[in-house]
Protein backbone atom coordinates (compact mmCIF):
# COMPACT_ATOMS: atom_id res chain seq x y z
CA UNK A 1 0.00 0.00 0.00
CA UNK A 2 1.32 3.53 -0.83
CA UNK A 3 1.00 6.68 0.85
CA UNK A 4 -1.85 7.50 -1.56
CA UNK A 5 -4.19 4.54 -0.46
CA UNK A 6 -3.54 5.55 2.87
CA UNK A 7 -4.79 8.92 2.49
CA UNK A 8 -8.03 7.40 1.34
CA UNK A 9 -8.40 4.63 4.04
CA UNK A 10 -7.49 6.94 6.95
CA UNK A 11 -10.68 8.79 7.10
CA UNK A 12 -13.02 5.93 6.51
CA UNK A 13 -11.54 4.30 9.31
CA UNK A 14 -11.10 7.67 11.24
CA UNK A 15 -15.26 8.53 10.39
CA UNK A 16 -15.98 4.33 11.26
CA UNK A 17 -14.46 4.73 15.26
CA UNK A 18 -15.85 8.21 15.29
CA UNK A 19 -18.96 6.91 14.39
CA UNK A 20 -19.08 3.75 16.69
CA UNK A 21 -17.83 5.71 20.00
CA UNK A 22 -20.87 8.22 19.54
CA UNK A 23 -23.30 5.56 18.99
CA UNK A 24 -21.56 3.69 22.00
CA UNK A 25 -22.08 6.82 23.94
CA UNK A 26 -25.65 7.21 22.99
CA UNK A 27 -26.39 3.19 23.71
CA UNK A 28 -24.78 2.84 26.69
CA UNK A 29 -25.06 6.16 28.84
CA UNK A 30 -28.69 4.82 29.95
CA UNK A 31 -26.99 1.77 30.78
CA UNK A 32 -24.35 3.02 32.29
CA UNK A 33 -26.55 5.44 34.41
CA UNK A 34 -28.72 2.79 35.42
CA UNK A 35 -25.70 0.71 36.73
CA UNK A 36 -24.20 3.46 38.52
CA UNK A 37 -27.46 4.30 40.63
CA UNK A 38 -27.38 0.15 41.58
CA UNK A 39 -23.77 0.18 42.53
CA UNK A 40 -24.18 3.46 44.44
CA UNK A 41 -27.93 1.90 46.72
CA UNK A 42 -25.58 -1.21 47.04
CA UNK A 43 -22.84 0.42 48.55
CA UNK A 44 -25.26 2.53 50.69
CA UNK A 45 -27.11 -0.57 51.71
CA UNK A 46 -24.10 -2.07 53.03
CA UNK A 47 -23.02 0.82 54.92
CA UNK A 48 -26.50 0.83 56.86
CA UNK A 49 -27.56 -1.41 59.36
CA UNK A 50 -30.26 -3.95 58.05
CA UNK A 51 -33.10 -3.15 60.52
CA UNK A 52 -36.03 -3.33 57.56
CA UNK A 53 -36.02 -6.81 57.96
CA UNK A 54 -35.72 -7.08 61.27
CA UNK A 55 -38.38 -4.42 62.17
CA UNK A 56 -40.89 -6.12 59.90
CA UNK A 57 -40.24 -9.50 61.75
CA UNK A 58 -40.72 -7.77 65.69
CA UNK A 59 -43.95 -6.34 63.99
CA UNK A 60 -45.22 -9.49 62.81
CA UNK A 61 -44.46 -11.11 66.35
CA UNK A 62 -46.23 -8.52 68.13
CA UNK A 63 -49.23 -8.48 65.91
CA UNK A 64 -49.40 -11.90 66.37
CA UNK A 65 -48.97 -11.44 70.50
CA UNK A 66 -51.51 -8.77 70.70
CA UNK A 67 -54.12 -11.36 68.47
CA UNK A 68 -53.57 -13.85 71.51
CA UNK A 69 -53.87 -11.58 74.18
CA UNK A 70 -57.20 -10.03 72.67
CA UNK A 71 -58.23 -14.21 72.70
CA UNK A 72 -57.21 -14.67 75.74
CA UNK A 73 -59.14 -11.34 77.44
CA UNK A 74 -62.08 -12.36 75.23
CA UNK A 75 -62.31 -16.32 77.02
CA UNK A 76 -61.55 -14.58 80.94
CA UNK A 77 -64.61 -11.81 80.41
CA UNK A 78 -66.69 -15.14 79.35
CA UNK A 79 -65.39 -17.09 82.35
CA UNK A 80 -65.92 -14.01 84.54
CA UNK A 81 -69.36 -13.33 83.08
CA UNK A 82 -70.54 -16.87 83.64
CA UNK A 83 -69.02 -17.38 87.22
CA UNK A 84 -70.73 -14.28 88.72
CA UNK A 85 -74.57 -14.56 87.13
CA UNK A 86 -76.98 -14.70 89.78
CA UNK A 87 -79.72 -16.26 87.64
CA UNK A 88 -77.08 -19.11 86.91
CA UNK A 89 -78.27 -22.62 88.13
CA UNK A 90 -76.42 -25.25 88.23
CA UNK A 91 -77.91 -27.94 86.34
CA UNK A 92 -76.89 -31.89 88.29
CA UNK A 93 -78.94 -34.95 87.20
CA UNK A 94 -80.49 -36.37 89.77
CA UNK A 95 -77.90 -39.61 90.96
CA UNK A 96 -79.98 -43.17 91.21
CA UNK A 97 -78.43 -45.78 93.24
CA UNK A 98 -78.58 -48.92 90.43
CA UNK A 99 -78.70 -51.74 93.06
CA UNK A 100 -81.49 -50.24 95.26
CA UNK A 101 -83.20 -48.69 92.08
CA UNK A 102 -83.06 -51.42 89.32
CA UNK A 103 -85.55 -49.77 87.57
CA UNK A 104 -88.15 -51.55 85.23
CA UNK A 105 -87.79 -55.45 84.84
CA UNK A 106 -89.21 -58.49 83.79
CA UNK A 107 -92.46 -58.79 85.69
CA UNK A 108 -92.94 -62.12 87.71
CA UNK A 109 -96.53 -62.48 86.86
CA UNK A 110 -95.66 -64.53 83.96
Do not use: C, W, Y
Not at 72 to 91: G, I, K, M, S, W
Amino acid sequence: MGPAELEIIVPMIFAIILTLTVGGVILLKPIANKLGHLLEAMAKERNEPQLGSEISHIRDLLETTNARLSLLEERQEFTEALLHDPNRRRVSLPRTDPIADPGPGPSEDA
